[in-house]
């Protein structure tokens, strides 16, 4: 009987606690916590200046933004293909890059190699590599975005797919590559020409994806 009244007043007690606790203890913890949040600072760090007559100016560089000829379609065909070129440079453009960055590790790594069989080592070992990482993904492409890849291969490294081959994996495998490639209707021996119709308009949309616009 004891241990029931003693419970009973244990638990009044409590429940008086948090009653305490809820009318008086959190408004005051949760003005606290606004009040702290609107007194962080929002936004970012701008480099500025103090003009003539002591204002304070921010220094902000704005992203380059480019503005090109309005493109009117012949029709509905020519239209869908111009957005299936969008769609192709964005999906391969960074492969592109890719692959210009790891040909010129290559280029560094090879020329500090002693001889011919160090550097076979050194590219069968690397070739592995990305066969083991990229293939998946290059075996999901479209033959447009093959054949774009060839092309932007060439814009970046300013080598030919074909010329690549050769370099790092000798002219039979160029060849064998290059007789592929054309049994699908691709070339690696094709070049970018930024002056040319086709590549124009691929450019400009390099241009306008690198720069957030596209």
């Known amino acids: 009987m004891f241990n029931m009244l003693y419970l009973q007043k244990s638990l009044c007690k409590k429940n008086s606690y948090?009653?305490?606790?809820?009318?008086?203890i959190l408004p005051s913890l949760f003005f606290?916590?606004?009040?702290?949040?609107?007194?962080v600072e929002v936004g970012h760090k701008v480099p500025?200046?103090?003009?003539?007559?002591?204002?304070?100016?921010?220094?902000?560089?704005?992203?380059?933004?480019y503005v090109f000829p309005k493109l009117v379609f012949k029709n509905e065909k020519q239209e869908r293909f111009y957005w299936r070129t969008v769609r192709d440079v964005k999906k391969t453009l960074p492969y592109a890059k890719l692959i210009a960055k790891?040909?010129?590790?290559?280029?560094?790594?090879?020329?500090?190699?002693?001889?011919?069989?160090?550097r076979k080592e050194f590219m069968e070992k690397k070739e592995d590599e990305l066969v083991a990482t990229y293939k998946p993904i290059f075996k999901k492409m479209t033959l447009s975005q093959g054949k774009m890849m060839i092309r932007l291969v060439d814009r970046q490294c300013n080598r030919t797919s074909f010329s690549l081959v050769k370099q790092f994996r000798g002219g039979f495998r160029a060849f064998f590559w290059q007789g592929f490639a054309k049994?699908?209707?691709?070339?690696?021996?094709?070049?970018?020409?930024?002056?040319d119709e086709n590549d124009r308009i691929v450019e400009r949309i390099i241009i306008l994806v690198e720069a957030g616009q596209l």
């Open 18 to 24: 948090m009653k305490w606790i809820i009318k008086y």
């Open 32 to 39: 606290m916590t606004a009040y702290s949040m609107n007194d």
């Open 48 to 65: 500025a200046y103090i003009d003539e007559v002591g204002d304070t100016i921010p220094h902000v560089m704005l992203q380059q933004v």
């Open 102 to 118: 790891l040909v010129n590790e290559y280029d560094s790594t090879l020329a500090t190699l002693k001889n011919e069989k160090e």
């Open 183 to 195: 049994m699908l209707g691709a070339d690696l021996k094709v070049t970018y020409d930024p002056e």
